[in-house]
């Protein structure tokens, strides 16, 4: 084996979006010296897609907005599952990170007397997202770029060289977390350079992982091509657990139509303006949908609806405004029951309810986003629309203060890629502040661990010859005898090297269709065998060319990661006998209090790591229960008893 | 077939592949179905026909900037490029930027970009506000706001002709994207750099090579995020510089003033 | 089109499209200008027919210039200037539009090909853009925007002159003032769409939240500047078409309708 090279950093981030660009900044700035992994260019992280804004109770709109009441809504958004502490460390901390990222440069809308404006959100109580029109995702990455940017010209001006103590390595992935084979200290990465092949190390005492989520496992979905798990895969393998992996929230409202564009979000102010939703035989079917819980808030007539949109003092809001969860299980049921659009979706219409020139205005980016991706106009036709894959909610489970992964020293993990923050569901605008509250929380502790460690800790050259043949293996697959291939597949001997484009496209199937919004057990046990399937052939999984940017091969190595988390929801959601926030049980449709202290963990089978022996039925994961911690007093005192009734246990509320 | 006909077809395309050594374009013919973006039609031959076919892209909505290319010679994003703007007949050719490196297939090094973006001196924070304390009126962050739309594809550096005809120029000129980044913050209403002594916009022309534009408006062509970087950024930056190095006066000025201190 | 590691790709541009149409259309429209305006402003002659002045001898500045009575004929120069008195007063019209950002776009793309059109290589080996002279002067743009505001004034003047008949009695219009009238407000529009005068208004202020009234008229400019090329070449050929009504009125083609 050739030797790979080796570079030694104090903190490595894996992945440039919100959270990795702001823990690297903290880290940085606490002086340790810093790498930085992504898959793509710097500035491309699927951050800049997040539209809503940035959830702070800065209080500029409405003063009465403080960090209890938005703690308050996030505990109510996720069903009381968030790890409370994270929680309340997020809306604590929120308003300081976001007037910092105006110090670096960011420019929010503004309010008349020049503060930074908010927005209202469903599920926030008072006015509190800050935003940038319909790119706040993209000021965040800018501004957090910038930011880099200049930390890096003030190493120039002191050591002449950019990148002496923060470096971008773009497009690089990497595969493998390496630990001390002592101590079991985290000790550095492996990767490649997406450009080139070339494998390199990363020794570092520290690793974050930022990586985002997991959308890519289903056909339908609002994330990019980055969103392959490799953060929830390489703590996996590195032996740390994944908590509560069966959340994954599904936005209602996704395009359906082009294929090019399937997925992408509609945004729910489409519905808060007047949009309807109507099946192929043009009924505004939500109103077969209301839940009793729901019976007494919202309309029983259309008309009575539509009279809301002029009168919310007088009458009940349209259905089409039910919680996403309830919007996306009706949706999926008409298109089920053979009442969907002809693309699969179903029909959101503004163009009967507004003139064309009041939607223009009020929904600009979305007549835009029709125009030039699906040619077309909404002010004259309605939209084809479905659920879409959105977010996992589940992911790392950490120390809520410190960031730090359990039971893997020198981990660490923030951003969509760490669990427990947002509990069973996440609110619209949490995500952005997440990233911000926990990406320096990561930073600020992993360089303090570096800093604290007295020896660096070791990695054995046994360990990168294994990483780097598993990179390897796409180009050797278990395939047919290449001196023999002339003579056809008998002769060769093996079964012919698999696809990995048609193995990716079968996993999406499978988990769109299997453990997708509504969940049964029949579905999912299929999904298990059918992942186990996958697994075996994913082995085979064989590319053609080099190593030289090839995407075939990167996708061949993505699979595992998919494989890997997507057997984790199946086996979570299987697990979890009740429907709460994004995991709906057709056969168990309630929520259930008794399952509220209960997070599920995943664990890797073989808790070396390897992958090799795994048994093809029984799977990759074993699942542990571990109960959450008691909520602490004072923040339980922040709810009113009847409100805590119905989510926590007797037993608790004595307590 | 009699359904499908109306909305699936067989287009052709030539796909520039290679790498630094050389390289040509390459002859397909691909299923191409309604509603479909160019991406799509490369992801086609990706996964059945060339499947190390290197492409560079992200979020498939136009909001991200990874996959510029170019499309019958013009600079493009490829998933915002929809195939219903072409003739069924036509050839479509797909090449690479060409004013950056190539790396392999559609795939440049754009490292040209990152260099120039580090070169121009960050926002510099007001002393004696802390976060929390700016003020700043919506009219006054609009200018700004509007540069900062950009998703960094860069089609604007590749198809300015400043750089892309005269490889030997990439030194002096930081191109249309970066000059805006220099209009940007010489317009942010609290950036402080004056008060830091360092003028912004004498830099655009001494250091940035604002001079080398001439106004042609290819970057304001090809902006997909449809930005009016020439009237709005790099005009006024112009007239901007002007006031600095043309007004008499101010020269004047100068001059009397280097007198005095040498 | 050759650069280090560039894509091998000899042919100068790969469009398929009629690209040439454009920067072919402007060198032709431009062309026809020049040549026009360079005999009209040598002719010296047919350039007043009461009450109308040609609004390329205006203000007429030499002793050669024919009488107009209340018109703007300034003996500035006396009696030595031999030529045309056109050459005295165009250069400043000539400066403004030769300087302005919208002609150097036509005529760089359209004359000079730097470049022919987006994304097709120009034929040259070298370039400097604006950064050396005598491009450099392009900088003057500003100081020829002042310039073209008192004379865009004196063809308003011209116009409120054209009120009156072939015998100088207030209060008539014909058809040239009609000319007259539509090809003063497209200079008007096209001199104060001009990038120079948005900046001088209000573009080069930091905070236009402490200069309302500055804030109002760039606002206003900043319309009028996005149609800046509409309305080049609309004053462009008004200017010429009102000239050449002065001519077919003074060479007694036909003679001006009145309307009252």
């Not at chain 1, 120390?399 to 760490?418: F, H, K, N, Q, R």
């Not at chain 1, 990716?504 to 299997?514: C, R, V």
């Not at chain 1, 049980?585 to 664990?603: I, K, Q, S, T």
């Not at chain 3, 022919?116 to 002067?137: D, M, R």
Request: net charge negative.
């Amino acid at each position: 084996m050739t030797t790979v090279e080796r570079q030694q950093w104090d903190v490595v981030v894996v992945g440039a979006g919100g959270a990795g660009l702001r823990a690297a900044i903290e880290a940085r700035a606490q002086g340790a010296r810093t790498a930085v992994i992504c898959k793509s260019l710097f500035g491309k992280a699927h951050t800049v897609m997040a539209e809503g804004g940035i959830a702070a109770s800065m209080g500029n709109v409405n003063d009465g907005d403080n960090w209890q009441v938005h703690f308050r809504d996030t505990m109510r958004g996720g069903k009381f599952l968030n790890q409370w502490r994270m929680a309340e460390l997020h809306a604590q901390e929120a308003p300081d990170r976001v007037w910092e990222l105006e110090t670096w440069g960011a420019l929010f809308d503004r309010t008349k007397d020049g503060r930074i404006s908010q927005r209202n959100f469903g599920g926030h109580e008072y006015p509190r997202l800050a935003h940038v029109g319909d790119r706040t995702g993209l000021e965040l990455i800018r501004t957090l770029q910038q930011k880099i940017v200049s930390l890096q010209q003030e190493d120039f001006k002191e050591h002449g060289d950019y990148e002496a103590g923060l470096k971008v390595f773009q497009e690089c992935t990497v595969t493998r977390i390496l630990k001390d084979d002592v101590d079991g200290k985290v000790a550095g990465v492996f990767s490649y350079e997406r450009e080139s092949g070339r494998f390199f190390v990363i020794e570092a005492p520290t690793v974050i992982l930022a990586t985002g989520g997991i959308g890519k496992s289903f056909k339908v979905t609002s994330n990019s091509w980055e969103y392959t798990g490799d953060g929830h895969a390489l703590a996996l393998l590195a032996g740390a657990p994944l908590m509560n992996m069966e959340f994954v929230q599904f936005h209602p409202t996704g395009m359906v139509w082009p294929p090019s564009v399937k997925g992408i979000l509609v945004t729910e102010s489409v519905r808060g303006d007047g949009g309807v939703l109507r099946n192929s035989e043009g009924k505004r079917f939500m109103f077969d949908y209301i839940p009793d819980v729901f019976k007494e808030k919202y309309a029983e007539s259309e008309e009575e609806g539509d009279r809301w949109y002029e009168d919310p003092d007088r009458n009940r809001r349209p259905p089409e405004l039910l919680p996403r969860d309830e919007v996306a299980r009706a949706i999926n049921s008409e298109v089920k029951a053979g009442r969907g659009s002809p693309h699969g979706g179903v029909f959101l219409d503004v163009s009967t309810r507004m003139p064309a020139d009041v939607i223009r205005r009020r929904l600009p980016s979305m007549y835009h986003q029709f125009k030039e991706l699906a040619d077309v106009d909404i002010t004259a036709e309605a939209m084809e629309v479905g659920p879409t894959c959105h977010y996992v909610m589940g992911g790392i489970a950490v120390e809520s203060d410190t960031a730090a992964a359990l039971g893997v020293p020198g981990l660490y993990a923030a951003g969509e890629v760490a669990g427990g923050m947002h509990g069973s569901n996440r609110l619209g605008g949490n995500s952005l502040s997440d990233l911000l509250v926990f990406g320096r929380r990561a930073g600020l502790h992993a360089a303090q661990y570096a800093a604290s460690l007295a020896e660096r800790p070791v990695i054995e050259e046994t360990q990168i010859d294994l990483a780097a043949a598993e990179a390897l293996r796409p180009f050797s697959a278990e395939g047919p005898d290449e001196s023999l291939v002339d003579e056809g597949p008998v002769a060769s001997g093996a079964k012919p090297a698999e696809n990995p484009y048609t193995l990716h496209q079968e996993l999406q199937q499978a988990m769109n269709d299997l453990v997708g919004i509504i969940r049964r057990e029949e579905e999912m046990a299929t999904a298990l065998k059918k992942l186990a399937e996958l697994r075996v052939r994913a082995r085979r999984a064989g590319v053609e060319g080099h190593r030289q940017f090839n995407p075939g091969w990167h996708l061949a190595l993505d699979m595992r990661n998919m494989l890997l988390v997507s057997e984790c929801i199946a086996r979570s959601a299987l697990e979890r006998t009740e429907s709460r926030g994004g995991h709906t049980r057709e056969d168990y449709p309630g929520m259930d209090r008794a399952w509220r202290r209960v997070n599920l963990l995943c664990n890797l089978a073989d808790p070396t790591g390897g992958l090799a022996a795994t048994d093809p039925v029984r799977g990759q994961i074993r699942l542990v229960r571990k109960e959450t911690e008691p909520i602490r007093p004072d923040l339980l005192a922040l709810f009113e008893k009847e409100e805590l009734v119905k989510y926590l246990a007797e037993e608790e509320l004595f307590e | 077939m009699s359904t499908a006909a109306s909305t699936s077809y067989e287009a052709h395309f030539k796909v520039w592949r290679g790498d630094t050594d050389g390289g040509g374009l390459e002859d397909f013919t691909v299923e191409v179905n309604d509603g479909e973006v160019v991406l799509d039609i490369i992801h086609r031959l990706q996964a059945t026909q060339a499947p190390d076919l290197a492409v560079r892209w992200n979020c498939k909505a136009g909001k991200c900037g990874s996959c510029s290319a170019e499309i019958n010679g013009r600079p493009r994003l490829l998933c915002m490029t929809r195939m219903s703007t072409f003739s069924r007949e036509e050839t479509l050719t797909v090449t690479p930027l060409r004013a950056f490196p190539v790396v392999r297939d559609l795939v440049t090094d754009v490292g040209f970009n990152y260099t120039k973006a580090r070169e121009v001196t960050s926002f510099v924070p007001p002393q004696g506000l802390g976060p929390g304390e700016y003020r700043m009126m919506q009219e006054d962050v609009d200018r700004s706001q509007e540069f900062r739309k950009c998703i960094e594809c860069f089609l604007c550096q590749d198809t300015c002709h400043v750089v892309r005809d005269h490889e030997e120029n990439k030194g002096a000129f930081a191109g249309p994207r970066f000059l805006m980044r220099v209009a940007e913050l010489d317009m942010h209403p609290l950036d402080a750099a004056a008060e830091e002594g360092l003028d912004r916009k004498k830099t655009a022309q001494d250091e940035h090579g604002l001079g080398y534009c001439n106004i042609t408006k290819c970057c304001t062509e090809v902006c997909p995020e449809h930005i009016k970087i020439t009237d709005n950024a790099l005009i006024p930056l112009k007239e901007r510089a002007v006031d600095r190095k043309y007004d008499p006066l101010v020269w004047l000025g100068n001059k009397i003033r280097r007198r005095t201190e040498s | 089109m050759r650069g280090a590691g560039r894509a091998a790709i000899a042919a100068p541009h790969l469009r398929t499209d009629r690209w040439w149409l454009q920067p072919a259309a402007t060198a032709a429209g431009l062309l026809a200008f020049i040549v026009y305006s360079t005999w009209r402003a040598f002719a010296n002659a047919d350039y007043y027919a009461a009450p109308y002045v040609s609004p390329f001898y205006s203000p007429c500045l030499a002793e050669n210039c024919e009488p107009m009575k209340g018109g703007p004929n300034w003996e500035i120069f006396g009696s030595w200037w031999g030529l045309s008195p056109a050459l005295l007063i165009l250069i400043f019209p000539l400066g403004f539009r030769l300087t302005c950002y919208y002609y150097r776009k036509a005529y760089y793309r359209g004359f000079w090909a730097s470049p022919p059109a987006c994304a097709v290589a120009e034929p040259h080996k070298k370039y400097s853009g604006e950064t050396k002279f005598p491009l450099i002067f392009q900088n003057m743009h500003r100081y020829f925007f002042y310039a073209a505001v008192p004379v865009a004034g004196i063809l308003t003047y011209d116009t409120v002159l054209a009120f009156r008949d072939e015998d100088y009695a207030w209060g008539h219009m014909g058809l040239g003032t009609l000319v007259f009238l539509v090809n003063i407000v497209l200079i008007w529009a096209y001199t104060l769409s001009c990038h120079s005068c948005r900046h001088i208004v209000g573009g080069k202020l930091k905070h236009f939240s402490k200069h309302p009234v500055r804030y109002r008229m760039w606002q206003w400019i900043g319309k009028l500047n996005a149609r800046h090329m509409l309305l080049a070449w609309a004053s462009l050929i008004s200017v010429a078409l009102a000239d050449f009504y002065v001519y077919l009125v003074a060479s007694g083609v036909f003679d001006d309708p009145r309307f009252f």
